[in-house]
């Protein structure tokens, strides 16, 4: 997602960055559901 971020930012699309942001939150928050403490 931070290659997705860079790439956005080179190409002048600054409007790709919260859906961008967005995305790796989600991800990040699955992430830790799956193998975070309570995790199986």
């Known amino acids: ?3 997705a971020a860079a790439m956005h930012l080179r ?3 600054p409007s790709g ?3 961008t942001s ?3 939150v989600l ?3 699955v992430a830790v559901g799956r193998f ?3 995790g199986w």
């Open 22 to 24: 967005i995305l790796f």
């Open 1 to 3: 997602m931070a290659l």
């Open 11 to 13: 190409r002048k699309e």
């Open 36 to 38: 975070g403490p309570y």
């Open 27 to 29: 991800a990040a928050l």
């Open 17 to 19: 960055l919260p859906v």
